[in-house]
């Protein structure tokens, strides 16, 4: 049985599946990207919920694994050459499980980079400018009597969205076949349109293709299960 006990985010939630890869997460777009991805692949996991009500993530125990205080965070028993592995930012975690599991990432090498290219414009831009306009429209900017910032975002977020409609014209999924820059996105583009309830301020229904494929990624059975994990106490 792997011993986790120097990792100090062990002590304050204790691995009771210690031969399991540990999730540390909330259920937000960036944190059920990995607890879709894991429920893809089948890869056996134990979430831990990271309460930000509670601060959970400001406490010395999640630093320790993540020093950028944010989620999802793993801490893998089997790591490379059996040794465990603790790794932060999704985008890293979701390479590292298609790596390890041989799922989710094309074995053509001109093909994972493509697969690569949209994930990282998952992370540069459909992510942080989602997530803004989400601050401006719903949250504590909403309250801004100035609604230049938030028009900002809008205008950008459907930028985004109409690279992604073109992209997605004429194919199932980002690059082809369903992968991890799916898994990245199209979390985000459900917040936006559900969580956000931003859907008629960007004029989604402008972007049938984007549309057209998120709900064949919310009807796949994993990402109704990863969509909801960790569970919210």
């Known amino acids: 049985m792997p011993d986790l006990s120097a990792f100090p985010i062990t002590k304050k939630w204790p691995?009771?599946?210690p031969d399991r890869l540990q999730l540390y997460s909330l259920p937000t777009p960036n944190g059920v990207k990995v607890s879709i991805a894991l429920e893809e692949t089948g890869l056996p996991y134990e979430p831990h919920l990271v309460?930000?009500?509670?601060?959970?993530?400001?406490?010395?125990?999640?630093?320790?694994?993540?020093?950028n205080n944010k989620i999802p965070a793993i801490l893998d028993p089997d790591g490379p050459g059996g040794q465990p592995l603790p790794l932060f930012e999704s985008g890293a975690i979701?390479?590292?499980?298609?790596?390890k599991t041989g799922q989710l990432m094309p074995a053509d090498i001109a093909r994972r980079y493509e697969v690569l290219q949209w994930l990282m414009f998952q992370m540069g831009g459909v992510g942080p400018m989602f997530g803004q306009l989400g601050?401006?429209?719903k949250f504590a900017g909403k309250d801004?009597?100035?609604?230049?910032?938030?028009?900002?975002?809008?205008?950008?977020?459907?930028?985004?969205?109409?690279?992604?409609?073109?992209?997605l014209t004429g194919r199932d999924w980002l690059a082809g076949d369903y992968s991890i820059a799916d898994i990245a996105t199209f979390p985000w583009?459900?917040?936006?349109?559900?969580?956000?309830?931003?859907?008629?301020?960007?004029?989604?229904?402008?972007f049938k293709q984007v549309d057209r494929v998120l709900q064949a990624f919310?009807?796949?059975?994993?990402?109704?299960r990863g969509l909801k994990i960790p569970a919210r106490g």
């Open 15 to 17: 691995a009771r599946h």
């Open 218 to 224: 919310v009807a796949r059975p994993a990402v109704q």
């Open 135 to 137: 601050f401006f429209h």
């Open 189 to 206: 583009v459900n917040n936006l349109i559900g969580f956000y309830g931003a859907r008629e301020l960007v004029g989604f229904d402008e």
């Open 144 to 167: 801004f009597e100035d609604k230049r910032p938030r028009d900002r975002y809008v205008a950008e977020t459907r930028r985004l969205l109409k690279v992604l409609d073109q992209q």
């Open 94 to 99: 979701l390479v590292y499980l298609a790596s």
């Open 51 to 67: 309460d930000f009500g509670h601060s959970d993530q400001l406490t010395p125990e999640f630093l320790s694994l993540n020093p």
